[in-house]
DNA sequence: GACATATGTATCGTGTACGATTTAATCTTG
DNA sequence: CAAGATTAAATCGTACACGATACATATGTC
Protein backbone atom coordinates (compact mmCIF):
# COMPACT_ATOMS: atom_id res chain seq x y z
CA UNK A 1 0.00 0.00 0.00
CA UNK A 2 1.53 3.37 -0.86
CA UNK A 3 1.76 6.47 1.31
CA UNK A 4 2.27 9.84 -0.70
CA UNK A 5 5.74 10.67 0.65
CA UNK A 6 5.72 14.68 2.62
CA UNK A 7 7.16 16.36 -0.53
CA UNK A 8 3.60 15.38 -2.54
CA UNK A 9 1.58 16.55 0.14
CA UNK A 10 -0.19 19.60 0.19
CA UNK A 11 0.29 20.28 3.81
CA UNK A 12 3.65 19.65 3.87
CA UNK A 13 3.89 22.33 1.19
CA UNK A 14 2.05 24.74 3.34
CA UNK A 15 4.21 23.71 6.28
CA UNK A 16 7.58 23.78 5.00
CA UNK A 17 7.02 27.28 2.82
CA UNK A 18 5.56 28.66 6.35
CA UNK A 19 9.15 27.54 8.22
CA UNK A 20 10.90 28.92 4.85
CA UNK A 21 9.43 32.34 5.43
CA UNK A 22 10.03 32.46 8.73
CA UNK A 23 13.93 31.66 7.58
CA UNK A 24 13.64 34.28 5.25
CA UNK A 25 12.51 36.95 7.84
CA UNK A 26 14.80 35.95 10.24
CA UNK A 27 17.83 38.22 9.03
CA UNK A 28 15.71 41.10 8.45
CA UNK A 29 14.06 41.27 12.37
CA UNK A 30 17.62 40.06 14.23
CA UNK A 31 18.98 43.86 13.77
CA UNK A 32 15.08 44.96 15.37
CA UNK A 33 15.26 42.01 17.79
CA UNK A 34 12.18 40.61 17.08
CA UNK A 35 11.28 36.88 16.11
CA UNK A 36 8.68 36.79 13.56
CA UNK A 37 5.39 35.84 15.60
CA UNK A 38 6.45 39.31 17.51
CA UNK A 39 7.10 41.39 14.10
CA UNK A 40 3.35 40.01 13.06
CA UNK A 41 1.93 41.31 16.81
CA UNK A 42 3.48 44.73 15.91
CA UNK A 43 2.26 44.98 12.62
CA UNK A 44 -1.09 44.64 13.77
CA UNK A 45 -0.73 47.28 16.25
CA UNK A 46 1.07 49.43 13.78
CA UNK A 47 -2.02 48.80 11.82
CA UNK A 48 -4.59 49.80 14.27
CA UNK A 49 -3.24 50.37 18.19
CA UNK A 50 -4.76 50.12 21.56
CA UNK A 51 -6.74 46.80 20.77
CA UNK A 52 -7.80 44.11 22.89
CA UNK A 53 -6.07 41.02 23.28
CA UNK A 54 -9.20 38.90 21.91
CA UNK A 55 -9.15 41.70 19.32
CA UNK A 56 -5.55 40.62 18.10
CA UNK A 57 -6.10 37.34 18.66
CA UNK A 58 -8.69 37.31 16.13
CA UNK A 59 -6.61 38.99 13.32
CA UNK A 60 -3.86 37.04 14.08
CA UNK A 61 -5.79 33.39 14.39
CA UNK A 62 -4.12 32.77 18.28
CA UNK A 63 -5.26 32.14 21.43
CA UNK A 64 -4.69 33.58 24.66
CA UNK A 65 -2.19 31.12 25.93
CA UNK A 66 -0.05 32.14 23.12
CA UNK A 67 -0.47 35.80 22.57
CA UNK A 68 -0.26 36.45 26.82
CA UNK A 69 3.14 35.42 27.05
CA UNK A 70 4.12 36.93 23.41
CA UNK A 71 2.66 40.67 24.56
CA UNK A 72 4.16 39.74 27.65
CA UNK A 73 7.53 39.47 26.15
CA UNK A 74 6.82 42.90 24.24
CA UNK A 75 5.90 44.90 26.94
CA UNK A 76 9.61 43.87 29.06
CA UNK A 77 11.03 45.30 26.15
CA UNK A 78 8.88 48.55 26.86
CA UNK A 79 7.89 48.45 22.85
CA UNK A 80 4.45 48.03 24.24
CA UNK A 81 2.29 48.23 27.49
CA UNK A 82 -0.85 46.12 28.54
CA UNK A 83 -3.90 48.21 30.41
CA UNK A 84 -7.11 46.60 32.19
CA UNK A 85 -10.22 48.49 29.81
CA UNK A 86 -12.49 50.77 32.42
CA UNK A 87 -15.49 49.74 31.08
CA UNK A 88 -15.34 45.73 31.11
CA UNK A 89 -12.18 45.09 33.58
CA UNK A 90 -12.37 41.11 31.92
CA UNK A 91 -10.47 43.00 28.66
CA UNK A 92 -6.79 43.57 28.08
CA UNK A 93 -5.70 46.52 26.01
CA UNK A 94 -2.48 46.43 24.35
CA UNK A 95 -0.82 50.04 23.33
CA UNK A 96 1.93 50.93 21.87
CA UNK A 97 4.50 52.64 23.71
CA UNK A 98 6.49 55.79 22.06
CA UNK A 99 9.70 52.59 21.12
CA UNK A 100 7.48 50.68 19.84
CA UNK A 101 5.72 53.23 17.66
CA UNK A 102 9.16 54.08 16.19
CA UNK A 103 9.96 50.65 15.60
CA UNK A 104 7.98 50.74 12.37
CA UNK A 105 10.10 53.41 10.71
CA UNK A 106 13.12 50.81 10.94
CA UNK A 107 10.95 48.04 9.71
CA UNK A 108 9.19 49.69 6.92
CA UNK A 109 11.91 48.56 4.08
CA UNK A 110 11.01 44.58 5.24
CA UNK A 111 7.97 44.07 2.88
CA UNK A 112 10.09 45.01 -0.10
CA UNK A 113 12.74 43.15 0.92
CA UNK A 114 10.62 40.09 1.38
CA UNK A 115 8.79 40.39 -2.13
CA UNK A 116 12.34 41.20 -3.66
CA UNK A 117 13.66 37.59 -2.41
CA UNK A 118 10.18 36.10 -3.76
CA UNK A 119 11.42 36.94 -6.79
CA UNK A 120 7.50 37.05 -8.03
CA UNK A 121 6.10 40.29 -9.03
CA UNK A 122 3.07 42.13 -7.24
CA UNK A 123 0.18 40.79 -8.76
CA UNK A 124 1.39 37.41 -8.83
CA UNK A 125 2.45 37.41 -4.60
CA UNK A 126 -1.58 38.90 -4.43
CA UNK A 127 -3.20 36.34 -6.77
CA UNK A 128 -1.26 33.68 -4.48
CA UNK A 129 -1.58 34.79 -1.19
CA UNK A 130 -5.92 34.87 -2.04
CA UNK A 131 -5.29 31.16 -3.48
CA UNK A 132 -3.74 30.20 -0.02
CA UNK A 133 -6.48 32.05 2.13
CA UNK A 134 -9.05 30.94 -0.17
CA UNK A 135 -7.83 27.31 1.21
CA UNK A 136 -7.56 28.23 4.78
CA UNK A 137 -11.01 29.74 4.64
CA UNK A 138 -12.75 26.49 3.24
CA UNK A 139 -11.14 24.73 6.46
CA UNK A 140 -13.24 24.47 9.05
CA UNK A 141 -11.81 26.80 11.90
CA UNK A 142 -11.94 24.03 13.97
CA UNK B 1 3.13 55.79 7.01
CA UNK B 2 1.35 52.75 6.54
CA UNK B 3 2.43 49.20 7.32
CA UNK B 4 0.53 46.27 5.70
CA UNK B 5 -1.95 44.57 8.89
CA UNK B 6 -0.86 40.72 8.80
CA UNK B 7 -4.37 39.78 6.47
CA UNK B 8 -2.75 41.41 3.71
CA UNK B 9 0.65 39.48 3.97
CA UNK B 10 1.22 36.58 1.95
CA UNK B 11 3.73 35.61 4.60
CA UNK B 12 0.87 35.63 7.10
CA UNK B 13 -1.19 33.68 5.01
CA UNK B 14 1.53 30.70 4.81
CA UNK B 15 1.49 31.35 8.68
CA UNK B 16 -2.48 31.32 9.30
CA UNK B 17 -3.00 28.16 6.83
CA UNK B 18 -0.30 26.09 7.58
CA UNK B 19 -1.77 26.15 11.16
CA UNK B 20 -5.73 25.80 10.01
CA UNK B 21 -4.18 22.86 8.13
CA UNK B 22 -2.56 21.53 11.47
CA UNK B 23 -5.81 21.93 13.39
CA UNK B 24 -7.66 20.35 10.46
CA UNK B 25 -5.41 17.09 10.61
CA UNK B 26 -5.61 16.75 14.57
CA UNK B 27 -8.89 15.26 14.85
CA UNK B 28 -7.84 12.66 12.00
CA UNK B 29 -4.57 12.04 14.17
CA UNK B 30 -5.33 11.96 17.81
CA UNK B 31 -7.44 8.75 17.38
CA UNK B 32 -3.79 7.26 16.18
CA UNK B 33 -1.79 9.06 19.16
CA UNK B 34 0.25 11.60 16.71
CA UNK B 35 0.50 14.85 16.39
CA UNK B 36 0.80 16.79 13.28
CA UNK B 37 4.76 16.45 12.59
CA UNK B 38 5.42 13.03 13.93
CA UNK B 39 2.62 11.88 11.29
CA UNK B 40 4.88 13.25 8.94
CA UNK B 41 7.79 11.59 10.08
CA UNK B 42 6.20 8.63 9.68
CA UNK B 43 4.73 9.29 6.26
CA UNK B 44 8.38 9.89 5.57
CA UNK B 45 9.36 5.92 6.69
CA UNK B 46 6.57 4.93 4.93
CA UNK B 47 7.37 5.87 1.77
CA UNK B 48 11.22 4.71 2.65
CA UNK B 49 12.13 2.96 5.85
CA UNK B 50 15.62 2.89 7.44
CA UNK B 51 16.97 6.29 6.50
CA UNK B 52 19.69 8.26 8.48
CA UNK B 53 18.27 11.17 10.71
CA UNK B 54 20.00 13.28 8.33
CA UNK B 55 18.42 12.29 5.10
CA UNK B 56 15.02 12.70 7.16
CA UNK B 57 16.48 16.39 8.06
CA UNK B 58 16.71 17.14 4.53
CA UNK B 59 13.05 15.46 3.01
CA UNK B 60 11.04 17.18 6.22
CA UNK B 61 13.31 19.85 5.66
CA UNK B 62 14.50 19.72 9.79
CA UNK B 63 17.30 19.83 11.74
CA UNK B 64 18.51 17.07 13.70
CA UNK B 65 17.77 19.64 16.68
CA UNK B 66 14.02 19.29 15.84
CA UNK B 67 14.24 16.00 14.69
CA UNK B 68 16.10 14.09 17.25
CA UNK B 69 13.69 14.18 20.39
CA UNK B 70 10.95 13.91 17.78
CA UNK B 71 12.27 10.63 16.32
CA UNK B 72 13.06 9.72 20.56
CA UNK B 73 9.32 10.04 21.25
CA UNK B 74 8.25 7.66 18.67
CA UNK B 75 11.08 5.63 19.79
CA UNK B 76 9.88 5.83 23.33
CA UNK B 77 6.04 4.37 21.98
CA UNK B 78 7.75 1.69 19.95
CA UNK B 79 6.70 2.96 16.20
CA UNK B 80 10.37 2.90 15.36
CA UNK B 81 14.20 2.07 16.50
CA UNK B 82 17.41 4.22 15.99
CA UNK B 83 20.32 2.18 15.21
CA UNK B 84 24.04 3.51 14.72
CA UNK B 85 25.07 2.67 11.11
CA UNK B 86 27.72 0.13 10.86
CA UNK B 87 29.80 1.76 8.11
CA UNK B 88 29.48 5.12 9.49
CA UNK B 89 29.21 5.07 13.39
CA UNK B 90 28.23 8.84 13.06
CA UNK B 91 24.98 8.34 10.91
CA UNK B 92 22.09 7.05 12.68
CA UNK B 93 19.31 5.00 11.02
CA UNK B 94 15.55 5.30 11.69
CA UNK B 95 13.60 1.85 11.15
CA UNK B 96 10.16 1.18 11.37
CA UNK B 97 8.89 -1.45 14.11
CA UNK B 98 6.35 -3.64 13.36
CA UNK B 99 3.52 -1.63 15.30
CA UNK B 100 5.09 1.30 13.39
CA UNK B 101 4.49 -0.04 9.73
CA UNK B 102 0.91 -1.19 11.10
CA UNK B 103 0.06 2.14 11.47
CA UNK B 104 -0.08 2.71 8.18
CA UNK B 105 -2.80 1.01 7.19
CA UNK B 106 -4.69 3.04 9.99
CA UNK B 107 -3.90 6.52 8.84
CA UNK B 108 -4.86 5.95 5.22
CA UNK B 109 -7.79 7.34 5.41
CA UNK B 110 -6.49 10.39 6.09
CA UNK B 111 -5.51 11.91 2.63
CA UNK B 112 -8.50 11.32 1.13
CA UNK B 113 -10.36 13.02 4.04
CA UNK B 114 -8.35 15.96 4.10
CA UNK B 115 -8.84 16.45 0.48
CA UNK B 116 -12.75 16.93 1.08
CA UNK B 117 -12.31 19.11 3.97
CA UNK B 118 -10.63 21.65 1.45
CA UNK B 119 -13.48 21.07 -0.84
CA UNK B 120 -10.75 21.22 -4.29
CA UNK B 121 -10.72 18.53 -6.86
CA UNK B 122 -7.26 17.12 -7.03
CA UNK B 123 -6.24 19.54 -10.01
CA UNK B 124 -6.55 22.31 -7.82
CA UNK B 125 -4.95 21.20 -5.19
CA UNK B 126 -1.86 19.85 -7.31
CA UNK B 127 -1.32 22.95 -9.02
CA UNK B 128 -1.55 25.44 -5.45
CA UNK B 129 0.70 22.63 -4.04
CA UNK B 130 2.99 23.46 -7.23
CA UNK B 131 2.61 27.36 -6.94
CA UNK B 132 3.48 26.88 -2.84
CA UNK B 133 6.33 24.87 -3.62
CA UNK B 134 7.96 27.13 -6.18
CA UNK B 135 7.52 29.95 -3.90
CA UNK B 136 9.87 28.19 -1.21
CA UNK B 137 11.67 27.22 -3.61
CA UNK B 138 12.73 30.85 -4.79
CA UNK B 139 13.38 31.33 -1.26
CA UNK B 140 17.31 31.14 -0.23
CA UNK B 141 17.54 27.66 2.19
CA UNK B 142 19.47 30.13 4.76
C1' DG C 1 -30.56 41.44 43.58
C1' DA C 2 -28.75 36.54 44.32
C1' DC C 3 -27.17 32.95 41.21
C1' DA C 4 -26.14 30.27 37.32
C1' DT C 5 -23.94 31.04 33.00
C1' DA C 6 -21.01 33.12 29.73
C1' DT C 7 -16.94 35.75 28.42
C1' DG C 8 -11.98 37.50 28.46
C1' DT C 9 -7.36 36.51 30.07
C1' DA C 10 -4.01 34.01 32.25
C1' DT C 11 -1.64 29.72 33.68
C1' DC C 12 0.23 25.09 33.05
C1' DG C 13 2.04 21.10 30.62
C1' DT C 14 3.60 19.04 26.32
C1' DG C 15 5.53 19.27 21.86
C1' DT C 16 7.66 21.42 18.23
C1' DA C 17 11.34 24.90 15.94
C1' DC C 18 15.80 26.66 15.86
C1' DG C 19 20.46 29.10 17.01
C1' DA C 20 24.52 27.86 19.33
C1' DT C 21 27.38 24.60 21.17
C1' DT C 22 29.17 19.90 22.11
C1' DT C 23 30.72 15.30 21.15
C1' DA C 24 32.16 11.63 18.47
C1' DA C 25 33.52 9.76 14.15
C1' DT C 26 35.47 10.36 9.60
C1' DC C 27 38.19 12.64 6.18
C1' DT C 28 42.21 15.40 4.55
C1' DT C 29 46.72 16.67 3.96
C1' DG C 30 51.12 16.96 4.73
C1' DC D 1 49.88 8.25 10.11
C1' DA D 2 49.06 12.23 13.10
C1' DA D 3 46.77 17.04 13.54
C1' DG D 4 43.41 19.77 11.97
C1' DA D 5 39.16 20.24 9.40
C1' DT D 6 34.68 18.40 8.38
C1' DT D 7 30.51 15.96 9.22
C1' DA D 8 26.45 13.68 11.87
C1' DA D 9 23.80 13.75 15.92
C1' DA D 10 22.72 15.24 20.25
C1' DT D 11 22.18 18.79 23.85
C1' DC D 12 20.82 23.25 25.74
C1' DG D 13 18.22 27.50 26.00
C1' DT D 14 14.50 30.40 24.27
C1' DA D 15 10.21 31.15 21.97
C1' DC D 16 6.15 29.84 19.99
C1' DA D 17 1.47 26.85 19.61
C1' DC D 18 -2.22 24.84 21.82
C1' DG D 19 -5.39 21.73 24.82
C1' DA D 20 -7.06 21.96 29.33
C1' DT D 21 -7.97 24.45 33.14
C1' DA D 22 -8.44 28.37 36.41
C1' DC D 23 -10.08 32.78 37.60
C1' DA D 24 -12.21 37.15 37.56
C1' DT D 25 -15.70 40.04 35.69
C1' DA D 26 -20.11 40.55 33.15
C1' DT D 27 -24.57 39.20 31.84
C1' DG D 28 -29.11 37.02 32.01
C1' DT D 29 -32.99 35.13 34.59
C1' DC D 30 -36.11 34.66 37.92
Known amino acids: ?10 CFALYSTAHRMQQTYKPLLAP ?11 SALWSEDSRTVGALGRELQLESNTLTPLIKRLETRGLLRRERD ?17 LQADAAHIPDCIARETGMDMDDLTRLRDEIL ?3 DRLDPA
Not at 1 to 10: E, G, Q
Not at 32 to 42: H, K
Request: hydrophobic share 40%; charged share 20%; aromatic share 4%.
Open 134 to 136: ALR
Open 32 to 42: LGLTYPQYLLL
Open 86 to 102: AADERQVRVHLTEPGRA
Open 1 to 10: MSTLPPPDML
